[in-house]
């Protein structure tokens, strides 16, 4: 698409931003859909040993997890190595699912306004069951039928699809702590036609979306990072950026040079010789109760594709915290973005929110582990919090995983300065990199669809 149409798209999805009520479902008849999804949609998932996992098996040579068919993913053992680093070696689990799925939103104009189509989906790993989805959440082995279930609904909206109707098409990274090489397809496609609203299904625009982003555990994962394609930051179009302009050229330039000064080696191994995890009881976990289990789930559901499966999660221990710190450079918002190493990403490094992790792990680990700016965020004055919400990070391959997405607005004062793995972006800049592959990862999408959210509108945290 030129860069006219690009800034066409984003006023259209920028009146879709100022939406906060719905022309098709306005917020009663949201609230009354999602109650009745809730009351006839379920998954229950109850723990069961790894090795009696219907269809799954444990390999007796190599103690690796994985399917029968040889499909969906597998858990295996990770052993990495970042010189330089505070931790600069270790081993770990990790899921394999090396194929590529496609989270895709469904988009149409009711009354000049873009609708975005969002779907009530029952994980087994949520911590509420129902969370809203985009239009299409499906990895290849499920729109490849390799679960022998229904066929994923409004599938072909996203294959072959014509190039005028895309409006975002993006193949993007997952946890790179917890997948080793996982990548979904991120599309935003637009119907002209008539479309069939499914049971499960409604419409919202952008701006209810963004309101809805507010309230705990209920914009999935794979809803974020989608919402964060959309070419627009905010209830603003977003500014056109240059595909090489100085900023722009000297943002990349600054990726470029990380990616090539720092270092990491990545070698797949048996899960039964990862260093410090063991199989007991029926799972695989950390010989000092630490990071994240890997279990065995029996799945029961209702409103899904199947209606009964196996299969493991990873089940991490304690809320992580996702924070972004924020301010204005010259007029223009900017945000600290940090250059995170992490195993299970293709390259090197992707740029990350200013703090990523699990604050109490950090108390089992070398001083010099401690995120740099993890202190600033904590001891925030309530004044500064412009955004505060617990999300659920993906329920299809984790159990109850939760993080603290925070948003902090940062003054002058030292402390705040750029380092060798930190950048103060311009939020232009940042969009930018949105339509590329690999420059941001999943955390960093999320709360960018939550930074999106607060354009225009009253965004302090009360207590």
């Known amino acids: 698409m030129t ?68 499909r969906f993913f597998s858990v295996r053992g990770l052993d990495v190595r970042v010189p330089g680093a505070a931790v600069d070696r270790w081993q770990q689990p990790i899921i394999s699912q090396p194929e590529a799925g496609i989270l895709g939103i469904l988009v149409k104009e009711f009354d000049g306004v873009p609708h975005c189509l969002m779907q009530a989906k029952a994980e087994p790993g949520n911590i509420n069951g129902i969370q809203l989805s985009p239009t299409v959440q499906a990895t290849r082995s499920n729109y490849g039928g390799v679960h022998r279930g229904k066929a994923v609904p409004y599938l072909e909206y996203f ?104 270092e990491r080696h990545v070698r797949e191994i048996p899960l039964n010789t990862v260093e ?75 740029l990350a929110p200013t703090v990523q992790c699990t604050p109490q792990t950090y108390t089992h680990l070398p001083p010099g582990a401690r995120p740099r700016f993890l202190d600033t965020v904590l001891n925030a004055p309530q004044e500064n919090i412009l955004f505060s919400a617990v999300h659920s990070e993906e329920g299809g391959r984790f159990l109850h995983a939760r993080n603290r997405y925070m948003i902090v607005e940062a003054g002058p004062g030292p402390g705040l300065d750029d380092g060798p793995d930190y950048r103060w972006t311009a939020l232009p800049d940042t969009a930018a990199l949105l339509r590329h592959s690999h420059y941001l990862n999943i955390q960093a999408r999320s709360i960018l669809a939550c930074l999106h959210g607060l354009a225009g509108r009253e965004t302090r945290v009360t207590p």
């Open 3 to 70: 860069q006219l149409t690009d800034h066409a798209h984003a006023t259209r999805f920028a009146e879709s931003a100022r939406a906060v009520d719905g022309f098709v479902t306005d917020k009663a008849a949201f609230e009354a859909w999602l109650a009745d999804c809730r009351a006839r949609f379920h998954t229950t998932a109850e723990l069961r040993p790894l090795d009696a996992l219907r269809d799954w098996s444990v390999d007796p040579r190599t103690g690796d997890v994985g399917h029968v068919s040889g």
């Open 276 to 350: 410090g995890w063991q199989f007991r009881d029926g799972r695989v976990t950390h010989r000092d109760g630490l990071f994240f289990d890997i279990v065995g789930v029996s799945v029961e559901a209702a409103g899904r594709e199947v209606g009964r499966w196996d299969q493991p999660l990873l089940a991490p221990h304690g809320t992580g915290l996702v924070a972004l710190l924020v301010r204005e450079i010259d007029g223009v918002p900017h945000a600290l973005l940090h250059a995170r190493v992490e195993a299970g990403h293709l390259d090197v490094l992707e």
């Open 159 to 262: 294959r072959d699809t014509p190039p005028d109707r895309v409006i975002a098409d993006v193949l993007q990274s997952e946890q790179g702590s917890w997948f080793h090489r996982k990548r979904n397809r991120n599309l935003i496609v637009e119907a002209t036609g008539p479309v069939e609203v499914l049971d499960g299904f409604c419409w919202l625009t952008l701006g209810q979306l963004h309101e809805l982003l507010r309230q705990d555990d209920l914009v999935n994962m794979d809803t974020r990072t989608v919402m964060s394609c959309f070419p627009v930051t905010g209830a603003d179009p977003a500014p056109a950026v240059p595909e090489y302009g100085p900023s722009y050229g000297e943002l990349l330039r600054w990726i470029t040079g990380e990616r090539t000064r720092r």
